[in-house]
């Protein structure tokens, strides 16, 4: 049996946080399922925090192309309870069209003169293992930028509407995440991943509109076995939005994908000099808080109910894939633009792990965002607690086995 998604010892996490994706490693409640080893141990699941039926979903960031092709690939096999979200999502799509031809009137001359500021930085990484952690950290660099949530929500179109949505609409978030007790708002560092599933390309992430069908667009997660033409289609779709962000920002970009950990070849390829910084977490803590994750947001974003078979199973297989792909590329990269860190070294000491990452990169001067790192651990960071997971030896040894390669790589057996 796969290991069941047990955590103990719940903690406060920090105020960091976005629209329903992983924020930061830790969550302020136990990540504990309702699995038969929950109930043995006669441990209740975790409640998610409420989240308004009013709230946007991924999905009303679509045109109507990409969201018939999301309903299609999922066979329209939608649950009676999620027939509003549907016809929700539906309606916005048309409104999204409008706009996005708005801005394309409204911005065609500095969209044609679009470039980017500076090679990009990509934070790669499984999920839960701190990438996001890490985001928050290097965007505080005002030197350094990031699309933000309402970027990658609605990337057609942020050009002419994000101040809008900043100005006047932030109470159409949650304060909370559902997963956690992690602030949310339009302007926090985002995924990527999102805007370019929201822009119509296949993405391992539509998995969470129809979870039922287990594996979604797993040959996104390496690009190996996708058709030269559609890998180039995503490659220039991705270019295509961070300069639009480069736009809004004007200023180099700090981009985070757990995504990207199996594409860093092609990255690498498409965006000449730019830099990667890798980071692991110990499997046992890791593999416990994904499950989690993806609990969450089939509980909150999924357009039919989710019966969860299978998912251990995909969590396993997609750090499989994600890695194989990852240490065939590596070498490719110059050792100059690619740093490993761990989780549990950036927890401890998070000046001194940026401090490497800047020298080793040739970022810039770290000086000059030290006192402010130095701040942030000194306040907010001295009270927080990571979750502490605890498998049983049959589990642990699962993981062990699945997950060898990862284990003595990164130093966690």
Not at 14 to 36: D, I, Q
Not at 88 to 105: A, G, P, R
């Amino acid at each position: 049996m796969p290991p069941s998604c047990v955590t103990l010892s719940p903690s406060v996490p920090p105020n960091f946080g976005t629209l329903a994706t992983s924020r930061m490693e830790s969550t302020s409640k136990s990540e504990v399922p309702s699995t038969p080893s929950a109930k043995a141990a006669n441990i209740k699941p975790a409640k998610l925090n409420s989240y308004p039926f009013y709230s946007p979903r991924f999905w009303h960031g679509m045109r109507p192309a990409a969201w018939w092709r999301l309903l299609r690939s999922g066979s329209f096999e939608i649950s009676p309870s999620r027939i509003p979200m549907v016809i929700s999502v539906s309606l916005t799509t048309f409104v999204n069209t409008l706009l996005t031809w708005l801005q394309n009137v409204l911005f065609a001359r500095r969209l044609r003169e679009a470039e980017l500021h500076g090679p990009p930085v990509f934070i790669v990484g499984h999920w839960r293992s701190g990438t996001t952690l890490l985001h928050e950290l290097m965007v505080r660099d005002e030197r350094f930028s990031s699309p933000s949530t309402f970027q990658c929500f609605a990337p057609s179109h942020f050009l002419v509407t994000q101040w809008f949505f900043r100005k006047f609409a932030s109470w159409l978030l949650p304060g909370k995440r559902p997963m956690d007790n992690m602030d949310a708002g339009w302007e926090r560092p985002q995924e990527d991943e999102f805007a370019l599933m929201n822009l119509g390309l296949p993405s391992p992430y539509r998995r969470i509109a129809f979870p039922r069908r287990k594996q979604v667009d797993m040959e996104y997660l390496d690009l190996i076995d996708v058709s030269n033409e559609d890998r180039e289609t995503w490659l220039s779709t991705l270019r295509s939005f961070l300069l639009r962000v480069s736009v809004s920002t004007n200023r180099p970009l700090v981009i985070k994908s757990p995504t990207h950990t199996g594409r860093i070849g092609h990255l690498a390829r498409a965006f000449p000099q730019a830099k990667f910084v890798h980071i692991t977490r110990d499997p046992r803590s890791l593999f416990p808080s994904t499950c989690r994750l993806w609990r969450s947001l089939d509980e909150v974003q999924s357009l039919q109910t989710s019966d969860e078979e299978g998912l251990d199973e995909y969590v396993l297989t997609c750090l499989a894939k994600m890695y194989d792909s990852f240490h065939a590329d590596r070498p490719e990269i110059d050792e100059h633009h690619i740093i490993d860190i761990r989780y549990e070294n950036l927890i401890a000491d998070p000046v001194g792990t940026l401090r490497t990452i800047y020298e080793s990169l040739r970022l810039s001067d770290f000086d000059t965002v030290s006192e402010d790192i130095q701040d942030w651990a000194d306040n907010e960071h001295r009270q927080y607690k990571t979750n502490k997971h605890q498998l049983d030896p049959d589990q642990e040894k699962l993981l062990l086995d699945r997950w060898s390669d990862y284990f003595d790589r990164y130093g966690y057996r």
